[in-house]
């Protein structure tokens, strides 16, 4: 079960908004941070079945991101619940969790929510400028890709007959897999954006308006943690509704106890953690799928234990370092 305060919460939302209220929130403090991903789907099954069917259902959403895939699975699948499926963004609803709100029939955001744009990121298969590790994945943004051959149009001249030496360079050092995975990435996320607007949206009538929203957030906005707030939401196109007031103080009050619980507005910090202590098991929330009568939280268990560091083998003083042993982790039904 939520606890208390969280249930009280939960409804007094659903009384405002005369709807069925589901939170789903990911965690961002490392080392546990979590992201959204499909073994969210059977929590969710439990949730709506407990609902069964309500003409309105809110997800209540806060996530830095994740698997591109999951949005148009987890969409469809609350949409076979509802007549009308709208999001709360409290605060943060990146990558993946902007996607899951381009499903929405109605994005409610206050002053601190806000989008992202839904450019994903390729790994590079290997690193060579990596020498202590060339086997580690590079990270490759598809608006870096994209960027690259934008500066040497815009800013150096580089003519469309002169692009193929452009790109002959490029490939020295990237892999030419590597590089049609970025354009397949790019194509995968237009598709799945198009896909999720036109649930809700007339393929026919607006046309335009789709490739508009597509377009600000693949295209036109090139650094990918842009915030993107409910005005320049409205302004591509979506259907926005601002709340304020007691209504947004609420969402507040929702958000805030769900990052007390997570602690995610603090660094996590080993050897504060253990003080005096030698070592201490740990158990952390990471993430939750929550309605006012089921509780579902992404548990870390392990132990933090002090190892000293020997700067001199023959000395027994030196750095004193912090490991962190995760022993299990994984989703788990609160009683």
Request: glycine share 4%; net charge positive; charged share 25%.
């Amino acid at each position: 079960m939520p606890t208390k305060k969280r249930v009280a919460l939960i409804k007094r939302i659903e009384e405002q908004r005369n709807t069925r209220l589901i939170s789903y929130i990911t965690g961002d403090r490392q080392p546990f941070a979590t992201k959204i991903a499909d073994d969210v789907i059977p929590l969710l099954k439990q949730h709506l079945q407990k609902i069964n069917f309500n003409k309105k259902i809110s997800l209540f959403l806060y996530t830095r991101g994740g698997d591109m895939l999951t949005p148009l699975r987890l969409v469809k699948f609350i949409r076979n619940y509802c007549d009308n499926f709208e999001v709360i963004i409290p605060y943060r609803a990146h990558s993946a969790g902007t996607l899951i709100a381009l499903g929405a029939d109605n994005i409610v955001m206050g002053k601190m929510s806000e989008l992202s744009p839904i450019d994903p990121t390729t790994g590079h298969p290997y690193n060579p400028k990596n020498q202590i590790n060339p086997n580690q994945l590079m990270e490759i943004s598809v608006e870096d890709f994209n960027s690259y051959f934008l500066f040497a149009k815009e800013k150096l001249g580089i003519k469309n007959n002169q692009m193929t030496n452009l790109y002959a360079n490029l490939s020295k050092d990237l892999h030419p897999l590597a590089i049609g995975n970025v354009y397949r990435g790019y194509r995968m996320v237009k598709m799945l954006g198009e896909r999720l607007l036109k649930i809700h949206m007339q393929s026919k009538t607006d046309t335009q308006r789709i490739k508009k929203i597509i377009n600000n957030l693949t295209n036109l906005i090139c650094i990918h943690h842009y915030p993107i707030t409910a005005d320049e939401v409205k302004e591509m196109g979506l259907q926005v509704e601002e709340v304020e007031d007691q209504k947004e103080k609420v969402i507040w009050q929702l958000y805030e106890n769900y990052a007390q619980e997570m602690n995610m507005e603090n660094p996590f910090n080993p050897m504060k953690e253990l003080g005096d202590s030698n070592e201490k098991e740990f158990l952390y929330y990471s993430a939750f799928v929550e309605s006012k009568s089921i509780s579902h939280t992404f548990v870390f268990r392990g132990k933090l234990q002090k190892v000293q560091q020997n700067i001199v083998p023959t000395q027994v003083t030196g750095q004193i370092n912090v490991n962190i042993n995760v022993q299990s982790q994984g989703w788990e039904e609160l009683k």
